[in-house]
């Protein structure tokens, strides 16, 4: 292996959307997948093999411990904001401002419009970018693009799907919970 290759260490953990392939490189936490079954953690891997030119290790005991129980905290309620070293290098450009933008300009219950995040990073009129960004986000949750919706009050799109984008905002207080 080449010695500047990262180590990618990854886990699966359950959460209240279901499993979540998270995954750490020496830089922080690099990627979330929803709905981490076999068949969708094993491309995932691959295809992070193949960007990042590591060997996933699985391993939740080491740099995935502390994501771990920061994602923990966040489904049970007592954790708002995520404090944790983050590897960009599966984003960037445009792409990672608008999501850095995000991370640190759209707290825990609270929501913003596509076009009013394009503005907040200098780019008035490019809403549609801002929801290419979203559906490349690399760390959702973490970095928050369920905090994202339609200017008309729609819920836009969603790379783990509306039901966990529904899931998440009622999670944290902008939507009604379920009834059933």
Request: charged share 20%; with cysteine.
């Amino acid at each position: 292996m080449n010695s500047n290759v990262q180590p990618l260490e990854w886990a699966v953990v359950g959460s209240d959307i279901g499993p979540l392939l998270l995954a750490a490189t020496g830089e922080g936490l690099v990627t979330v997948v929803f709905h981490a079954t076999t068949g969708r953690r094993d491309a995932s891997l691959r295809q992070l093999k193949g960007r990042l030119g590591a060997e996933p290790v699985e391993d939740p005991a080491g740099r995935l411990a502390e994501p771990i129980r920061q994602l923990a905290a966040f489904f049970d309620g007592t954790l708002r904001e995520f404090e944790l070293p983050l590897d960009w290098s599966l984003s960037g450009g445009f792409n990672r401002q608008v999501l850095r933008e995000l991370a640190a300009g759209v707290p825990y219950g609270t929501v913003v419009g596509y076009g009013d995040l394009a503005d907040r990073v200098g780019s008035p009129g490019a809403a549609q970018a801002v929801g290419a960004a979203m559906g490349s986000n690399p760390l959702p949750i973490v970095v928050p693009c369920h905090r994202v919706v339609e200017s008309g009050g729609g819920l836009g799109g969603f790379g783990g799907g509306l039901e966990t984008k529904r899931q998440l905002l009622a999670l944290e207080g902008v939507l009604p919970a379920p009834l059933f």
